[in-house]
């Protein structure tokens, strides 16, 4: 089972750049699928970003497509959230996740993102 620990996280102004990152200790990082989510103040965690085990697959959320990416490097066990023309409406605390099958979910701790319009 691998802890995670994000960072990347702060203020940046409306179409500003952020990149976050989770680092991963523990066993078999390469064997999970990993997952960004966010959650802003009152709402619901949603999902932002997801990557295969190999990172040769990638998926993402409508409101992101185009702006973030996603992107690991097994080698380092970390996994990558780049986020460009960030508009305050992804004002949230990013979490990363790992999942695999049959195993519950792991999450860290998050990492507050503020955009300032």
């Known amino acids: 089972q691998v802890q995670l620990v994000e960072s990347g996280g702060g203020l940046v102004q409306a179409g500003g750049s952020l990149r976050l990152s989770c680092a991963a200790s523990?066993?078999?990082?390469?064997?999970?699928?990993m997952q960004w989510f966010r959650q802003a103040p009152g709402m619901d965690r949603e999902f932002v970003a997801t990557i295969n085990w190999s990172g040769d697959s990638t998926g993402y959320a409508d409101s992101v497509k185009g702006r973030f990416t996603i992107s690991r490097d097994n080698a380092k066990n970390t996994v990558y959230l780049q986020m460009n023309s960030l508009k305050p409406e992804d004002t949230a605390v990013y979490y990363c996740?790992?999942?695999?099958?049959?195993?519950?979910?792991?999450w860290g701790q998050g990492t507050q993102v503020t955009v300032s319009s």
């Open positions: 523990g066993r078999a990082f390469s064997s999970y699928t």
């Open positions: 996740a790992a999942l695999r099958p049959s195993s519950p979910k792991i």
